[in-house]
């Protein structure tokens, strides 16, 4: 956990730099999806949550950093996963819009305050509510996986309720613009 949070704050230090590069290729959503799954449905069946992969028979390549982009997807799941009581549920979505690829991950979870949906972006920002404070987090994950998300030229929004759940939607195009030009 030291080893991951360190690895977040250096991100976190070179996205202030202006300096976390994306290293482009193909990304193949077949297999990130697959390891997705298998990363995540130990975690899932332990805290008795229902991990659901709601995924079209047909995947897209996209280009991008498979890397960021699997860090980006294991901080939504991951979150979906912590911020979500026993015998809730988690549904991960796929599918295309236009030349953009849209991935919805929606839990039935705690939820988030419509005043701090917009905070929960910002590093080292945690909810302010009484549950989220016995779970483990440095409030890292969402500002690295938004940079990312921007970085290949889409982003991430979230809608939700509290006591309801959240759904956090991750927009990518297919194509990434060129790479920013250096500062
Ligand atoms: P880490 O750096 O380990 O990811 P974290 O999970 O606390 O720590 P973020 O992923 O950036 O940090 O999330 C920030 C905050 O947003 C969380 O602390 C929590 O308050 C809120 N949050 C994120 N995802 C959810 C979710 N699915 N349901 C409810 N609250 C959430
Ligand atoms: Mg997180």
Same mark, same amino acid.
């Given at each position: ?9 250096? &991100?976190? $230090?070179?996205?202030? $730099? ?6 482009? @290729? ?6 990130? =999806?697959?390891?997705? *799954?298998?990363?995540?449905? /130990? *975690?899932? /069946? *332990? ?5 659901? =992969? ?8 996209? @280009? ?22 026993? @015998? @809730? ?7 295309? /819009? ?7 991950? $929606? ?13 929960? =972006?910002?590093? =080292? ?21 938004? /940079? ?11 809608? &939700?309720?509290?006591?309801?759940? &959240?759904?956090?939607?991750? *927009? ?8 920013? $030009?250096?500062?």
């Amino acid at each position: 956990r030291l080893e991951r949070i360190v690895g977040d704050m250096l &991100s976190v $230090a070179e996205i202030e $730099a202006g300096q976390l590069k994306l290293r482009r @290729g193909d990304v193949r959503l077949d297999a990130v =999806f697959a390891d997705l *799954q298998a990363d995540f449905r /130990e *975690q899932a /069946e *332990q805290k008795e949550i229902k991990l659901i =992969f709601d995924l079209p028979p047909k995947f897209p390549v996209i @280009g991008g950093d498979r890397d960021k982009i699997m860090l980006t997807l294991h901080n939504l799941v991951g979150n979906a996963i912590k911020y979500t009581p026993a @015998g @809730g549920e988690v549904t991960v979505r796929m599918h295309e /819009e236009g030349s953009n690829l849209i991935v919805d991950v $929606a839990d039935n979870g705690i939820g988030i305050k419509a005043e701090e949906a917009e905070l929960i =972006f910002d590093k =080292f920002y945690r909810a302010k509510d009484k549950r989220i404070s016995g779970i483990t987090g440095s409030g890292l994950g969402l500002a690295l996986a938004r /940079e990312v998300a921007r970085l290949h030229g889409g982003d991430i929004t979230v809608r &939700s309720q509290v006591d309801k759940g &959240s759904t956090f939607t991750l *927009q990518l195009p297919a194509a990434p613009p060129p790479l920013r $030009a250096a500062a």
